[in-house]
C-alpha cells in the first residue's frame, strides 16, 4: 500500500511557503509606504478646501519627488505651527495673480473647476516664485488661510505629502486624482 502523506505534506510545505511569501509581500509593501514614501493620515481641519475635502474627511499622503501646479498637499507651517491642507497654484518661476474672481498664471487665465466659488479679492503677484518654494491657495477661496492672505510663498522642504487617497467618511473614499494646474497658454 503506498504512503498517502507525502503529497499532503507537500502540499502543506507549499501552503506554507505561499503564506510566508504573501506575508513577506505584505510587510514589504507596508515598509514601502510608511518608510519610503512617508504615509501619513490626516483630519482635514477647516473648511478651507471645499468642495474638494470637506472638513473632518480622512485623508493618506504620500512623499513625492516632485510636486507640481494642482497637487493637494499637507504641509507643516511653522507660523501657524500646525499642518495645511492646500492647493499648489504656483511653483519656481511662477508669477500668480488673482483678478476679477480668476487666477491668472504668468499672466494668462488658469482654468479651476474644483474652486468653490469666484474669488471675491484681488491678489497682485510678490514678484517671481523663488526656488524650493510654492504659492498654495485653498479651494474655498474666499474663507482659506493661504498665501493670497499671508502674502508669502511656503518652502517644499515643509510639504509632508500629496494627498492621494480619501478613506472616511466611507461615502466619499477613494483615491485623489491630480489636476494640473495650467494657464490658458498650456504652461
Known amino acids: 500500500m503506498a504512503d498517502e502523506s507525502f503529497p499532503t505534506q507537500r502540499r ?49 499622503t504620500l512623499n513625492e519627488a516632485q510636486y507640481q501646479r494642482g497637487d493637494v498637499i499637507v504641509i507643516w507651517d511653522e507660523s501657524m505651527n500646525d499642518f495645511m491642507v492646500k492647493r499648489i497654484a504656483g511653483v519656481n518661476g511662477d508669477e500668480v495673480s488673482i483678478e476679477g474672481g480668476a487666477l491668472f ?35 474655498n477661496r474666499n474663507i482659506s488661510d493661504d498665501s493670497s492672505v499671508t502674502h508669502h510663498s511656503y518652502p517644499v522642504d515643509q510639504i509632508v505629502g500629496r494627498v492621494r487617497y480619501i478613506y472616511h467618511p466611507f461615502e466619499r473614499r477613494g483615491a485623489m486624482p491630480r489636476y494640473p494646474l495650467e494657464n490658458s497658454l498650456g504652461h
Do not use: H
Open 105 to 139: 498664471l504668468n499672466g494668462a487665465y488658469a482654468s479651476e473647476p474644483y474652486v468653490a466659488e469666484p474669488m471675491e479679492y484681488e491678489f497682485k503677484p510678490l514678484g517671481r516664485i523663488a526656488p524650493g518654494q510654492v504659492l498654495l491657495l485653498g479651494d
Open 12 to 60: 502543506v510545505r507549499a501552503s506554507l511557503w505561499l503564506a510566508n511569501l504573501l506575508l513577506l509581500c505584505f510587510f514589504g509593501s507596508l515598509a514601502y509606504l510608511f518608510i519610503l514614501r512617508e504615509m501619513r493620515f490626516f483630519v482635514v481641519p477647516s473648511r478651507s478646501m471645499e468642495p474638494t475635502l470637506m472638513q473632518g474627511d480622512r485623508i493618506v
